[in-house]
């Protein structure tokens, strides 16, 4: 994705191309947990967003907003609806999944 995107840009047909291949991806990850005894998680997550040309690095709003999508073949082990969207700063992200983990970060470094 990341290399489509700096190729063609995020509004070019090769970029829709690109999602949708994806998309097939994570459905069919999806469908492996669904089929599997064990607990599973998936998270997807952009490390940036682009700009029109397929640029980042910037610090416009879309260069610096990105995806996250979180899937798991357990019911009811979110009490979120379907869709839910809200903004999650991005450096959250480790401390709240090593808490979940029961991973302790503290006195680690970098």
């Given amino acids: 994705v990341d290399h489509c995107g700096h190729r ?37 997550i952009g490390d940036h967003g682009m700009t029109q040309q397929g640029d980042h690095g910037g610090d416009e709003l879309n260069e610096i907003e990105t995806a996250m999508f ?15 969207e809200k903004t999650v700063s991005q450096i959250d992200l480790v401390p709240t999944l090593s808490f979940c983990c029961l991973i302790n970060l503290l006195n680690v470094d970098h």
Avoid: A, C, W
Avoid at 13 to 40: C, P
């Fill in 8 to 44: 063609y840009g995020p509004l070019h047909i090769e970029m829709k191309r690109k999602l949708n291949q994806m998309d097939d991806v994570i459905r069919n990850i999806s469908l492996l947990f669904n089929q599997s005894n064990s607990s599973s998680l998936l998270i997807v």
């Fill in 70 to 84: 979180i899937y798991t073949n357990k019911p009811n082990y979110f009490s979120l609806s379907q869709k839910n």
